[in-house]
């Protein structure tokens, strides 16, 4: 059974840093790009980012680049996020997810991590 | 940047009823356009990809329709257990975008 499990949120100071992890397993996880998407309290959805699968090619959303990382660990099955000169407008529910079979969709996609920004 | 635009924002329907929501793109993306499902507390769920592919196991009463600039999402009669908000989300290589989402009520 193909499971993400997010962890690493919590409450941090604007300005603070944060990392991010998402441990993966029932899948072969150096095959699929993996994805970071994330949901301001009440709000809709948003990409954050994504990475390939040997983690040589990176993109992300335009109000987080600069200041988000991602990277992943193929050995650990683990995905990372590292967020840095957080804002409050960075507050959200943030879940990793991936396309089965193409890059272009998230078939499954974890329970989500808060991240709380805070003055 | 491709914006989704998604409509409409909310809906109120009986259940048996057909509901339809839209999805436009500022530019063409081909059919590289999926539909979400989204319940309070969830994560999304993978409804319908490349534009009108359902995914395995997505009851047939949920259909996907359009290509280029403009798309559909349709539920041909409602069930209590739809009653979810709705996403699109299109990918345009290197990125993606969602819709801001249709929250789907019961009358």
């Known amino acids: 059974e193909v499971q993400l499990v997010e962890s690493g949120g919590g409450l941090v100071q604007r300005g603070g840093s944060l990392r991010l992890s998402c441990a993966a397993s029932?899948?072969?996880?150096?095959?699929?790009?993996m994805h970071w998407v994330r949901q301001a309290p009440g709000k809709g959805l948003m990409w954050v980012s994504v990475?390939?699968?040997?983690?040589?090619?990176?993109n992300y959303a335009d109000s987080v680049r600069g200041r988000f990382t991602i990277s992943r660990d193929n050995a650990r099955n683990t995905l990372y996020l590292q967020m840095n000169s957080l804002r409050d407008e960075d507050t959200a529910v943030y879940y990793c997810?991936?396309?089965?079979?193409?890059?272009?969709?998230?078939?499954?996609w974890g329970q989500g991590t808060l991240v709380t920004v805070s003055s | 940047d491709i914006q989704m635009t998604q409509s409409p924002s909310s809906l109120s329907a009986s259940v048996g009823d057909r509901v339809t929501i839209t999805c436009q793109a500022s530019?063409?993306?081909?059919?590289?356009l999926n539909w979400y499902q989204q319940k309070p507390g969830k994560a999304p769920k993978l409804l319908i990809y490349?534009?009108?592919t359902l995914e395995a196991g997505v009851p047939s009463r949920f259909s996907g329709g359009g290509s280029g600039t403009d798309f559909t999402f349709t539920i041909s009669s409602l069930q209590a257990e739809d009653i979810a908000t709705y996403y699109c989300?299109?990918?345009?290589?290197?990125?993606?975008?969602f819709g801001g989402g249709t929250r789907v009520e019961i009358k």
């Open positions: 990475i390939s699968s040997d983690g040589s090619n990176t």
């Open positions: 029932g899948f072969t996880f150096s095959t699929p790009w």
């Open positions: 490349d534009a009108s």
């Open positions: 989300q299109q990918y345009e290589n290197p990125a993606f975008t």
């Open positions: 997810a991936f396309g089965k079979v193409v890059m272009t969709q998230f078939d499954y």
């Open positions: 530019h063409d993306i081909s059919d590289f």
